[in-house]
């Protein structure tokens, strides 16, 4: 079995939503679309053909690819104002579910919430889980321009743990983006920087101590973090640093992390198999950014026994998802 663990829908009702936030990041209506702009340092176009289910399935199809595990592509609803939030999330997660309902054999999915909203964002992960029968939720790399470690949010990462619904990290625009405005260096690094700086927050707060069941997947074959790993080691095991609120290693934190391998370098997932292993392995795509089969051909390629790549394909999802 093969099982995408990224990949993308965008509903129109969302999109009319992000049209209405008084502030970006917003939708503007624009042809058969719209445009999502983050102010001034980034704009995404958004074809809603783009996203359509059907095709969907046909490159799913073309691919071999099993099950997609569907989640809502940034911005997500932490970024609207507070009364737009819940709506913001539940549309999303209805949306996503009304899928997996109409191609339960195709199809799965992940919640987000309106994290700032805490009983209200517990609130909708009890619903995605029990009422939805989504199989995670989203956590983009930050929370509506706050960090992901705030003290405020634990009850959340709690409910996760005690739902086994695994936290899915997810980039978004960094709050920090008007400095790489320029030559597209956000989308070609600044997510990738700045899903490794939650990620880092997430072991270094202590989040991943008090809460050891908590599943976490990191993605885009963990951004920078894996190759800066040698220095986060020597900064915290032998400088003593940044350590005053976990009580093992990192490294051991991170070796609960799943990564998935959404990186269209074999060099890049050749380092991330060394470095954390197969069984920490997820198929992606980014689908429909990317096309499915660029990343199918490089895990195909590896020079890894076969009993990896059905790890890193499917098996591996299948018991993180609880999937069949």
Request: aromatic letters at 10%.
């Amino acid at each position: 079995m093969k099982i995408d663990c990224q990949s993308h829908v965008f509903p129109e009702e969302y999109a009319e939503i992000l049209a209405h936030n008084p502030y970006p990041p917003q939708a503007i209506p624009q042809d058969e679309g719209y445009v999502i702009t983050y102010g001034d340092v980034q704009k995404f176009q958004l074809k809603l053909e783009t996203y359509d289910v059907d095709r969907k399935l046909r490159d799913m199809d073309s691919n071999g690819i099993d099950i997609s595990i569907l989640s809502v592509n940034m911005p997500g609803p932490e970024m609207l104002v507070q009364q737009l939030r819940l709506e913001g999330a539940k549309t999303c997660n209805d949306y996503v579910a009304g899928i997996v309902k109409k191609h339960p054999d195709r199809f799965t999915g992940l919640a987000c919430l309106p994290w700032q909203d805490i009983p209200l964002a517990i609130a909708e992960m009890e619903r995605a889980k029990n009422g939805l029968n989504l199989k995670g939720v989203i956590l983009y790399s930050h929370i509506g321009g706050t960090p992901v470690d705030l003290p405020v949010y634990e009850p959340i990462y709690q409910c996760a743990e005690e739902l086994e619904m695994p936290v899915v990290l997810h980039p978004v625009v960094p709050t920090w983006a008007e400095a790489i405005k320029d030559y597209s260096m956000i989308p070609m690094v600044g997510l990738m920087v700045d899903h490794s700086f939650a990620m880092l927050r997430l072991i270094l707060s202590g989040i991943l101590d008090r809460y050891p069941n908590l599943q976490v997947i990191q993605p885009h074959t963990g951004g920078v973090l894996p190759y800066l790993w040698g220095r986060v080691q020597n900064q915290t095991e032998v400088m003593k640093r940044g350590i005053e609120k976990i009580s093992q290693s990192p490294s051991l934190y991170y070796k609960r992390v799943y990564f998935d391998m959404v990186s269209p370098s074999n060099l890049a997932m050749k380092f991330i198999y060394d470095f954390a292993g197969a069984d920490k392995l997820l198929f992606g795509s980014d689908h429909p950014w990317v096309d499915i089969g660029v990343f199918s051909k490089l895990i195909d390629e590896m020079d890894i026994p076969d009993e990896d790549k059905n790890k890193i394909f499917g098996l591996n999802a299948q018991k993180l998802f609880k999937i069949g």
